[in-house]
């Protein structure tokens, strides 16, 4: 029975020999923080030690790809998850920060050679937001997927490479 929000799980992964970074924007930072703390609490859950969790912030969701590529380059990461919340406005610049996040950190996972998690919200309203984050009643917390994801894919990887 697959788990809602966490998909289908194929087996619990050891996350205790990993290193994985964590880039966030500051924007909607409520929603933001609700994010990160989820990543980390379950990267913890999955044995990844507190001193193995490395987060830097960069201002927006547009710096999130050379945030994460400056990240990278500091340590050798065996996974980064990418955190950024853009709500749609009246303008087209939802739809412009999106498209070039997302092309910009799908090409940096195989430029970099390690699982580049795309924590991305790209909601329409504040509550779509919010429902995402778990911080209203029937919500669920995103970052708490992008935790699992982010130490299943780096020890398939790091398994791969051997
Ligand atoms: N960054 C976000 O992470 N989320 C947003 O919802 C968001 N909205 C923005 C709206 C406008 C009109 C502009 C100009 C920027 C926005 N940004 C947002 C910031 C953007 O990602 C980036 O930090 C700045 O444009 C500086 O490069």
């Known amino acids: 029975m697959p788990i809602e929000g ?7 992964y050891d996350g205790s020999g990993l290193k994985i970074g964590i880039v966030h924007a500051r924007w909607n930072d409520k929603v933001i923080n609700a994010l990160v703390e989820g990543a980390q609490s379950q990267l913890k859950k ?7 969790i490395e987060i830097m912030s960069v201002p927006g969701s547009y710096e999130l790809p050379f945030g994460t590529k400056t990240l990278a380059k500091a340590a050798s990461f065996d ?35 390690i699982p580049v998690i795309f924590g991305l919200l790209t909601c329409l309203t504040e509550l779509q937001a919010e429902e995402r984050a778990g911080i209203t009643e029937n919500g669920h917390n995103h970052g708490v997927d ?11 990887w790091n398994n791969a490479r051997k």
């Open 79 to 113: 996974a980064i998850i990418s955190i950024g919340v853009l709500i749609k406005g009246s303008t087209m610049h939802f739809e412009y920060i999106a498209d070039a996040v997302s092309h910009g950190l799908m090409r940096l996972q195989e430029e970099l050679n």
């Open 146 to 156: 992008w935790g699992s994801a982010a130490v299943e894919m780096a020890t398939k």
């Open 46 to 52: 999955m044995g990844v030690k507190s001193e193995n």
């Open 6 to 12: 966490l998909g289908q799980i194929d087996q619990v």
